[in-house]
């Protein structure tokens, strides 16, 4: 059975800074295109960032420098480091894993950016 579990998400002022993590079990991340999707309310979910088995980088434009994707394949983990948080980036942040089978998702993790 995969499971992923996010975590790292929260309330942080404009400005700040979150990392977001995603654990997965059941499922070879090495073998995986990983990535980060975001939803805000009434909207569609989002690209916001994948990374490649090679290691291969895409972001969505609103990032703008601000935010980096990684994995740690020997932890099945993937980061998303996030800086320079806006307040239009408020969604819930959900993990994605992608193989030649099957796409997988996290249950999400809410990322509020308030002052």
């Known amino acids: 059975q995969v499971q992923l579990v996010e975590s790292g998400g929260g309330l942080v002022q404009p400005g700040g800074s979150l990392r977001l993590s995603c654990a997965g079990s059941?499922?070879?991340?090495?073998?995986?295109?990983l990535g980060w999707y975001r939803q805000a309310p009434g909207s569609q979910r989002e690209l916001v960032a994948t990374?490649?088995?090679?290691?291969?980088?895409n972001y969505g434009e609103f990032t703008e420098g601000r935010f980096t994707i990684s994995r740690d394949n020997a932890k099945n983990t993937v980061y998303l480091q996030m800086n320079s948080l806006k307040s239009e980036d408020t969604a819930v942040y959900y993990c994605?894993?992608?193989?030649?089978?099957?796409?997988?998702w996290g249950q999400g993790t809410q990322v509020t950016v308030s002052s």
């Open positions: 994605n894993v992608r193989t030649a089978f099957q796409d997988y």
């Open positions: 059941g499922i070879f991340f090495r073998l995986a295109t």
């Open positions: 990374v490649t088995r090679a290691g291969s980088t």
